[in-house]
């Protein structure tokens, strides 16, 4: 038994059909405060139909709703408030939730469905900045989100390996370049080159010309330039290796943009063919109606562009994955630039164009400012990482010296707190950078919400042996942890649906917190008739954060 299906097939009977099932759905509201009630529905878009007040609707339909699972209906102003049975309604939550384990909460509308994820995407040659590292986090949640909604993720990497930058960084390597600089450091090594390139470009031009002339030969497949851009690629996946070790993080597919590099032509003849390239100012480009800039295709001296190979990893993937949805997890500032490809796609007659997405998000701030990769200025993720870590492992030997598997834990908790502060902030939102207050355990943290699985965990542990029979809990403490139990299911479609992992982080916090909250004034390992629900109820908890925890992308340790 669902019990929010429940309250709409009772509503529905006294509606009569003036509402359809879905609509109800979706108005069924949170009573503003505990002592209204469990559930509220609103009248106001039955004044219409009905042709009253909505006081009056309400009064009405509170008079003859009825079902199983309801205590007692209230008719407050416009709204009709339902008091559930709370033994009744707990006794079902906590035996679905348990039943179901991790599978509790999982939905099929995308069964049969591929959803492919064009998520991370850094660089190569570049250090793997936060932008990249905001767009691995959210991308790697949704990802897990969509399964958890049906879908079948195709997580794909789309790695910045192409482009007339890389002409540079050759031309600046064969000037300045050191074989063992690159080797022992490869990020920092290239960017120094490529820097120089820029600084000395200003007095002497000609490099530029030098810089193109390299990429044109590498788009040719000149062995020298190919060996030089192997070299490259090479040495950067290394480096970001370790940063997706550490975050857990693995791809189905690592296709960089180099990947469409023989897959342009025939995009470029089919936008020929279909009639919509034009030449401006000698390059090729289409255009995109009145307001936005055209789309460029192919520059003056034929090299193709970041956009071409946008076209051709989109056709590619559909012809391939035969996606229902594509989505991109990439910074707000490429907002046009996908646009123009969607607007693009949909003059090629390909329908499927409106299935692609583009989920934007925030920058990343320290102290007020952009966190900035350029300009010499590095910050190695991966040094943020096991800083977080080593922190993560200071607290450890702080509040529990006795921990086995120290070092596991420290770095599930480290990297959790850089995740989870991440994901608790709506993703259009910016975040501020501050490694010391996301690995506090107190407050809206990561480490807190592992921390309440661990001490759910450790309640189970403590519990010699429970027979596993439910019956329904009936007090107060229970009941808001029960309603949060409850209302897993619609927070993994909501976060989902908005493509927003967010809805799941505060989801966790506010768990978290009824669990703690209850923890602190009921003694659960009490031995009288409820001992066992009180048990299942822990364990429900430690389920549902689990799967939460796991559904950003995060570990939940068993002790911490
Ligand atoms: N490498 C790009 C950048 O760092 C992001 C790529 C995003 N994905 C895409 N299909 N364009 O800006």
Redesign the pocket.
């Given at each position: 038994m669902n019990v929010k299906s429940e309250f709409v097939d009772a509503l529905a009977s006294v509606l009569k059909g003036n509402l359809p099932n879905d609509t109800i759905k979706s108005l069924i509201e949170k009573p503003k405060s505990e002592e209204h009630g469990d559930l509220a529905f609103p009248c106001f878009q039955l004044a219409r139909t009905w042709k009253t007040a909505p006081p009056y609707i309400a009064v009405e339909v509170a008079s003859k709703l009825q079902s199983p699972m309801i205590e007692k209906v209230k008719a407050v102003g416009p709204y009709v408030n339902v008091f559930l049975k709370k033994e009744l309604v707990s006794e079902n939550v906590l035996k679905e939730v348990v039943e179901k384990g991790s599978h509790y909460g999982h939905h099929s509308a995308g069964q049969g469905k591929n959803a492919v994820f064009?998520?991370s995407?850094?660089?190569i040659a570049?250090p793997f900045?936060m932008?990249?590292l905001r767009?691995t986090i959210i991308g790697q949640s949704l990802a897990n989100l969509a399964e958890k909604n049906g879908y079948q993720p195709v997580r794909v990497n789309?790695?910045?390996d192409w482009g007339t930058q890389f002409g540079k960084l050759m031309s600046a390597y064969t000037r300045w370049g050191f074989e063992e600089e690159v080797q022992q450091a490869p990020i920092p090594s290239l960017m120094r080159y490529y820097v120089r390139f820029h600084e000395e470009a200003d007095n002497d031009p000609s490099l530029l010309d030098e810089g193109r002339a390299w990429f044109k030969k590498l788009e040719e497949g000149d062995s020298k330039a190919t060996e030089l851009w192997t070299w490259f690629k090479e040495e950067s996946l290394k480096e970001f290796e370790k940063v997706y070790q550490l975050l857990g993080i693995t791809f189905d597919y690592v296709q960089g943009?180099s990947f469409y590099n023989d897959k342009m032509e025939a995009v470029v003849a089919e936008l020929g063919k279909k009639g919509l390239l034009t030449v401006s100012e000698g390059a090729h480009v289409v255009k995109v109606g009145e307001e936005k800039p055209p789309c460029l295709i192919k520059k003056t001296d034929g090299t193709t562009l970041?956009a071409t190979?946008?076209l051709a990893?989109?056709i590619y993937r559909q012809q391939t994955f035969n996606f229902s949805k594509c989505i991109?997890?990439?910074?707000a500032e490429?907002q046009l630039?996908?646009q123009q490809?969607v607007h693009v796609l949909a003059q090629m007659g390909y329908s499927w164009a409106k299935e692609m997405v583009h989920v934007p998000f925030g920058l990343i701030l320290k102290n007020g400012k952009k966190m900035s990769t350029r300009k010499g200025k590095i910050v190695l993720l991966e040094d943020v990482l096991t800083d977080a870590i080593t922190r993560a492992s200071s607290n450890i030997a702080e509040k529990n010296p006795s921990l086995t598997a120290k070092e596991e834990v420290a770095k599930d908790v480290g990297v959790g707190a850089v995740i989870f502060h991440d994901l608790k902030n709506e993703r259009m939102n910016s975040v501020e950078f501050n490694l010391k207050h996301m690995l506090t355990f107190e407050g809206e943290t990561g480490p807190y919400v592992q921390y309440t699985h661990a001490r759910a965990m450790s309640i189970l542990r403590k519990a010699e042996s429970y027979n596993g029979e439910v019956r329904g809990l009936g007090d107060e403490a229970s009941w808001i942890v029960i309603k949060e139990l409850m209302n897993f299911p619609e927070v993994t479609k909501r976060a989902w649906e908005n493509y927003e992992p967010s809805v799941m982080a505060k989801y966790l916090l506010a768990l978290s917190s009824a669990f703690n909250k209850y923890y602190g004034k009921v003694k659960i390992l009490n031995s009288d008739a409820e001992l066992s629900s009180r048990l299942i109820l822990t364990k429900a908890v430690v389920i549902v954060l689990k799967e939460g925890l796991r559904l950003l992308g995060m570990k939940a340790p068993n002790r911490m």
């Open positions: 064009d998520f995407s850094p660089n570049k900045s932008g990249h767009s789309h790695l910045g943009e970041y190979r946008d990893a989109a991109y997890v990439v910074g490429q630039h996908f490809i």
